[in-house]
């Protein structure tokens, strides 16, 4: 009778599955590589300058640059005794970690072998544009997280194409607005790929329903954002006003310090060639894509998502130029690098290509340590000898 018992109601161990083991490593060596930098650049004293400058003047709406997540955690930070400008690091910190894990993840689901997918994303975590989002506090890795669901949201609608996953770009483009200044400049050649993306366009009307659907949710956000402006005796006006000003109303001489409006401000299409060929120097990754528009049928007959993924950081870094809202081409440079890993995250790589995105990231992360058009803005620039010494 035992035996049969024995038999019958046998338990077995909980298992975990070889994605998340492989997340858990990767995330786990990722916070303490982010945390020993981070922490080396405390102990000497380096702050950002955007963040230093919202930390200093929270209640301060024209010193802040647009930056309304972060002044929001500014405020909320600022109620804790003991906190400085550099606690904002540790949030970037732990949500950089947790990224790596989840990307690392989401690759063994998608077939590749836990080798594999930690020689991508471990190399990720050495890239300095990664580092930089990781270590500095600011909204940066932030831009690049939901630039990155952005890509994902639209291969759900480009190889679905109903009204819930419509509704999820909506929801996504929310999100893409209440946290990044420059969201319009993204959302806006996003838009125009809607229709394309939507396989039973047959008509105008289907496509303005398109976009009806998609960017309602962000209309009614921003209306009750204005609203409430207005109730905090923040009016309309003066909000556009500091979001139409340079960087977003952000110092004066945090603007004059940026060499890249000092050469290219005002300029759009000088400043889309050149980001984009930083995207394919610094984030060559990027032009697997075209192999793979190439060399695979069902990517040609889904292109979107593909091309979104390497057009949108350099037009959206262009567009923002020609408004002298784009201080840096890094911000540029990290949505390359969100948007392409979320791009990866969709596709099916054959064995071959999975090693060749890896190899396409170790030659990035040579190249971006290694060139000095990445190293031009004094930030980066101090940010760099704090932590390296060169």
Known sequence: MSDVLATDYQRTRPTISRGWQAGLIVGFASLIIFTLAGERLAMQGYIAAGVQSVWNQPGDNSNIGGQWVQWLLVAIFRLIPGTTAATLSVVTVISASFVQGF??????????????????????????????????????????????LVIIALDRFEAISDTQSLIVVGLVFVLLVISWPNAIYFLLPTLVLLPWAFRDVRSYSAATAVFVISIAPTFIVLSGLALAGTLFGIPMHDLLAIWSAPLHGAQLQIVQQSVWLRFYGGKP??????????????????????????????????????????????????????????????????????????????????????????????????????????????????????????
Not at 277 to 283: T, V
Not at 320 to 333: D, K
């Open 103 to 148: 990307m690392t993840h989401d690759l063994v689901k998608r077939g590749w072998s836990p080798l594999q997918a930690v020689l991508a994303v471990g190399l990720t975590a050495l890239h300095p544009v990664m580092l930089y989002m990781a270590t500095n506090g600011a909204p940066m890795l932030l831009y690049g997280i939901v630039a990155g």
């Open 269 to 390: 299409v000088l400043a889309f060639f050149l980001l984009t060929l930083a995207c394919m120097g610094l984030m060559p990754r990027v032009l697997l894509i075209f192999v793979r528009l190439l060399s695979n049928r069902q990517e040609r007959r889904r292109p979107v998502t593909g091309l979104a993924a390497f057009f949108l950081p350099p037009i959206s870094g262009a567009l923002a130029t020609w408004f002298w809202h784009l201080g840096s081409i890094w911000t540029v440079i990290a949505l390359s690098l969100m948007c392409g890993s979320a791009w990866a995250a969709t596709v099916h790589f054959r064995n071959w290509e999975r090693w060749l995105w890896v190899a396409s990231i170790a030659c990035g992360v040579s190249a971006a340590w290694l060139t000095p058009f990445l190293w031009f803005e004094p930030d980066q620039q101090l940010w760099r000898q704090t932590l390296l010494g060169w």
